[in-house]
């Protein structure tokens, strides 16, 4: 029986065709042995090993070495590329209703938040490595060809990714990519997914995000993903949650330990700080911590989204140090200074002692189980992480980032593969 041996797409490290493959369709990538080495090739291999997802590609069998070109049988996707489907309406099969952006935009985050999990850096994420099947609009993240792992901060790759598609840092300094600049890219696709327009790459920014986006439901997460700096910039893991709500994967529930109180708030019928004695301040549960919810709050309803990872704001189990935990601190001008004026961070009292008592809970909240003090300016971030035989388990990731005496950032994810 013939079978069709069409190329679907051709690249500097060889050649895709449709085949079939254990009597299924297959994408077989052919590469000549001279162009990729050994070891890049068991890297990759790797890496479509520990990358089983639903919104990633699937490597379906061993990869061989025949006629002097490395065979590799990756899964066939019944679609089309996000390529076609922004920027080609006309030969596009998918209709961009509210609904489908919803389903294309959540799986493609999944996915990148599957990889790094893995500690997995695509590096060359844009639309034409995103495909979307026809049937169901799923998004599968492809060609992992220069995906690579990213662990304590090293990262043994060389940038060949695609410059439309590269973070300010990457571009202007030269900057290895990483997990940040994949965000940044991700960022970039979404905005011209929703606006059908191909935006210019050194304007993108979140004034630019605004002002092409305007009130659509993925402008702010959008804008948060292509920060410029990316100290300031959200993790995948940090924003997953506000992706999941625009594009109705989620439920839209308030965020309460970083939601300041008001100084009347009927529902709790207890007297507002101002009024409420000194005495009894102290002993009142912060409205911060997420182990004593407010009287009469509910609790947010736990995230049943397909994806197997579950990224949430729960109540953070006792966990065991692990001698893999990491510490990462921004560089300052001035270590011993800013630790002499850190009360900077931590409020004084005022006329407005409602005021000052919310910033002193978030400082509190914010610097609950760090092992250092928080600088006047720079980047705190601590990782912790649980090993099972093999796989991560448990893994938790704080990050505080102040400027001039403010706290402007503050992200406290949670994993748990249970």
């Known amino acids: 029986m013939a079978y069709s041996t069409s190329t679907l797409a051709k690249g500097c490290f060889g050649k895709v065709y449709k085949?079939?493959?254990?009597?299924?369709?297959?994408?077989?990538?052919?590469?000549?042995?001279?162009?990729?080495?050994?070891?890049?090739?068991?890297?990759?291999?790797?890496?479509?090993?520990?990358?089983?997802?639903?919104n990633i590609v699937k490597l379906l069998g061993n990869i061989t070495l025949t006629d002097g070109k490395w065979v590799i049988p990756l899964e066939f996707i019944f679609g089309e590329d996000l390529e076609t489907t922004i920027f080609k309406a006309a030969k596009s099969k998918i209709q961009l209703t509210p609904a489908n952006k919803g389903i294309i935009i959540v799986g493609m985050c999944e996915g990148l938040l599957h990889l790094h999990s893995k500690d997995i850096v695509h590096q060359d994420l844009k639309p034409e490595n995103i495909m979307v099947e026809h049937d169901t609009n799923r998004a599968v993240i492809i060609d992992l060809g220069l995906a690579k792992f990213f662990r304590r901060g090293l990262n043994s790759a060389i940038d060949m990714g695609n410059e439309a598609y590269a973070a300010p840092e990457v571009l202007q300094r030269g900057v290895q990519r990483d997990q940040?600049?994949?965000?940044w890219a991700m960022g970039k696709i979404i905005a011209e997914l929703c606006a059908r327009i191909r935006l210019y790459t050194p304007s993108v920014c979140p004034t630019k995000i605004k002002e092409t986006l305007k009130d659509q439901p993925y402008c702010q997460a959008v804008c948060r993903m292509v920060e410029p700096d990316p100290t300031l910039r959200a993790s995948i893991?940090?924003?997953?949650?506000?992706?999941?709500?625009?594009?109705?994967?989620?439920?839209?529930?308030?965020?309460?330990?970083?939601?300041?109180?008001?100084?009347?708030?009927?529902?709790?019928?207890?007297?507002?700080p101002v009024n409420r004695p000194a005495h009894q301040m102290r002993r009142d549960p912060s409205p911060f911590r997420r182990d004593h919810p407010p009287v009469n709050r509910p609790s947010p309803p736990i995230d049943r989204s397909p994806s197997p990872l579950n990224w949430n704001r729960a109540p953070r189990p006792e966990l065991k140090h692990s001698p893999q935990t990491g510490l990462?601190?921004?560089?300052?001008?001035?270590?011993?200074?800013?630790?002499?004026?850190?009360?900077h961070l931590a409020p004084k009292g005022g006329s407005?002692?409602?005021?000052?008592?919310?910033?002193?809970?978030?400082?509190?909240?914010?610097?609950?189980?760090?092992?250092?003090?928080?600088?006047?300016?720079?980047?705190?971030?601590?990782?912790?992480?649980?090993?099972?035989d093999g796989e991560v388990g448990k893994w938790e990731q704080k990050e505080v980032v102040t400027r001039d005496g403010q706290i402007v950032k503050f992200d406290d994810i949670k994993f748990d593969s249970k």
């Open 328 to 343: 990462h601190l921004s560089p300052s001008p001035n270590r011993a200074h800013n630790n002499l004026n850190r009360q």
């Open 180 to 183: 940040r600049s994949d965000v």
């Open 352 to 388: 407005d002692l409602t005021k000052d008592f919310t910033k002193m809970q978030l400082y509190q909240e914010a610097t609950k189980d760090l092992p250092c003090n928080l600088p006047t300016t720079g980047r705190v971030m601590v990782r912790r992480f649980e090993q099972k």
């Open 237 to 272: 893991g940090g924003i997953i949650y506000d992706i999941r709500v625009a594009g109705g994967k989620g439920t839209a529930v308030q965020k309460d330990h970083l939601k300041l109180p008001s100084p009347n708030i009927g529902r709790n019928r207890s007297p507002s």
């Open 19 to 54: 085949q079939k493959y254990n009597d299924t369709w297959a994408a077989i990538k052919k590469v000549p042995q001279q162009v990729i080495s050994r070891k890049d090739l068991e890297r990759e291999c790797d890496v479509y090993n520990k990358s089983d997802h639903p």
